[in-house]
Nanobody
Framework: QVQLVESGGGLVQPGGSLRLSCVAS????????MAWYRQSPGKEREWVAG???????NYVDSVKGRFTISRDNAKNTVYLQMNNLKTEDTAVYYC??????WGQGTQVTVSS
């Protein structure tokens, strides 16, 4: 059984930074692509960033240049470094493993 546990969310002012972490267990982490999604109230879940098993990354246009996804296979962990946060980044952020497993989410609130 694959389990994903996100952490690192919180309240931050516009222009601030947060780093989200997602620790995976129950599978061979290095073999799978990983992704971050987010969901705001009243909106559908949105793909934010992805990283392949080989380390290739991709981002939704709205976060390019501000967010960075990375992985540490030795720690079974994927990260999302979020800089220059905007109020519209407020959402629950979820990580997803390539087989379709989801974490429980972590709340990110950007507000002054």
């Amino acid at each position: 059984q694959v389990q994903l546990v996100e952490s690192g969310g919180g309240l931050v002012q516009p222009g601030g930074s947060l780093r989200l972490s997602c620790v995976a267990s129950g599978s061979i982490f290095s073999r799978w692509s990983m992704a971050w999604y987010r969901q705001s109230p009243g909106k559908e879940r949105e793909w934010v960033a992805g990283i392949t098993s080989g380390g290739f990354t991709n981002y939704v246009d709205s976060v390019k240049g501000r967010f960075t996804i990375s992985r540490d296979n030795a720690k079974n962990t994927v990260y999302l470094q979020m800089n220059n946060l905007k109020t519209e980044d407020t959402a629950v952020y979820y990580c997803m493993q390539g087989m379709g497993y989801w974490g429980q989410g972590t709340q990110v609130t950007v507000s002054s």
